[in-house]
């Protein structure tokens, strides 16, 4: 079982800043499977980076993936406010066959 | 308009059963890796399964056994079966499209979830 672990666990950060996230595999991950979501409080996740590096549809240029065998990284190159939210990696595997890494609060200093 | 509605959820007793369902419009879920992803109140996401476009269906170690997923492709729905329902299966319960394309896996749609609570 691959397990995910995201670092750190809350960020506080002021808009404009630059922000790294980082998601961390227990075993080697293929980058077509590793993807980013951002989910706000009351709301369903959004699927923001899929394939290590792929934005999904209407995803700002600002958000950018990177990574490759354990270690990801999520980049916000500068917050906006509407940024301010939980962000979640996941991976597919084999068993199980999705996980979510535990998440980034990312609030406002 | 592409779209995932939950609905099914409520309260039941511990051991007891309820049956999720998740009616997808704008596109065939036959076609798709159609899950179910549960959020406990205050914590994180966890995937609980799925059901590929072939009907190969698979599960998270803690609901094996317990819950079933399977689809009704005229009524293009999704469903989650669950019975011997526990106190750590209450949860807001997605709904969740993987298109799975180009050998590519995340989830791109999501429903707004239905809750489940288990509570005597």
């Known amino acids: 079982e691959i397990v995910l672990t995201q670092s750190p666990g809350t960020l506080s950060l002021s808009p404009g800043e630059r922000v790294t996230l980082s998601c961390r595999a227990s075993?080697?991950?293929?980058?077509?499977?590793l993807a980013w979501y951002q989910q706000k409080p009351g709301q369903a996740p959004r699927l923001l980076i899929y394939g290590t590096s792929s934005r999904a549809t209407g995803i700002p240029d600002r958000f950018s993936g990177s990574g490759s065998g354990t270690d990801f990284t999520l980049t916000i190159s500068r917050l906006e406010p509407e940024d301010f939210a939980v962000y979640y990696c996941q991976q597919y595997g084999s068993s199980p066959r999705f996980t979510f890494g535990p998440g980034t609060k990312v609030d406002i200093k | 308009e592409v779209q995932l509605v939950e609905s099914g959820g409520g309260l039941v007793q511990p051991g007891g059963s309820l049956r999720l369902s998740c009616a997808a419009s704008g596109f065939i879920v036959s076609n798709n890796y159609m899950n179910w992803v549960r959020q406990a109140p205050g914590k994180g996401l966890e995937w609980v399964s799925v059901i590929y476009s072939g009907g190969s269906t698979y599960y998270a170690d803690s609901v094996k056994g317990r819950f079933t997923i399977s689809r009704d492709n005229s009524k293009n729905t999704v469903y989650l079966q669950m019975s011997g329902l526990r106190a750590d299966d209450t949860a807001l319960y997605y709904c969740?499209?993987?298109?799975?394309?180009?050998?590519?896996?995340?989830?791109?749609?999501w429903g707004q979830g239905t809750l489940v609570t288990v509570s005597p």
């Open positions: 075993q080697s991950v293929s980058i077509n499977y």
């Open positions: 969740a499209r993987d298109p799975a394309l180009r050998n590519e896996h995340a989830f791109d749609v």
